[in-house]
């Protein structure tokens, strides 16, 4: 079994809003650094944002700074990611990824070990 389950993905216009969500399960996930990290087409994995699970403190990239917000509700082991005014740059897979050991403010995927297999999320007007 897959231990994280991405949801939320869809379509919407440029400027748009859309809501990920995250659930983790069969694993224990509270010493993590957990993030989002998206694949537009033909380009690779890219960072978005990360939240420290033991303390809440999130990390955002700079192409997502003060549009995206990453959140957690520890209580329903769920990650989330608020996406406003949303931009067809936007457009890619996005994925829920953990990792013990990245760092905080380390978005480079190669330091991920946990994935879940991805929500579409496609901006387009």
């Known amino acids: 079994e897959v231990p994280l389950t991405e949801s939320g993905g869809g379509s919407v216009q440029p400027g748009g809003s859309l809501r990920l969500s995250c659930v983790m399960r069969?694993?224990?996930?509270?010493?993590?650094?957990m993030s989002w990290v998206r694949q537009a087409p033909g380009k690779e994995r890219e960072g978005v944002a990360m939240?420290?699970?033991?303390?809440?403190?999130?990390y955002l990239s700079d192409s997502v700074k003060g549009r995206f917000t990453i959140s957690q509700d520890i209580a329903k082991n769920t990650l989330y990611l608020q996406m406003n005014n949303l931009k067809p740059e936007d457009t890619g897979m996005y994925y829920c990824?953990?990792?013990?050991?990245?760092?905080?403010?380390?978005?480079?995927?190669?330091?991920?070990?946990?994935w879940g297999r991805g929500t579409q999320v496609t901006v387009s007007s």
């Open positions: 939240i420290k699970r033991r303390n809440g403190e999130s």
């Open positions: 990824a953990g990792s013990p050991g990245a760092g905080f403010g380390n978005l480079r995927p190669e330091r991920y070990n946990y």
């Open positions: 069969g694993f224990n996930f509270d010493s993590l650094f």
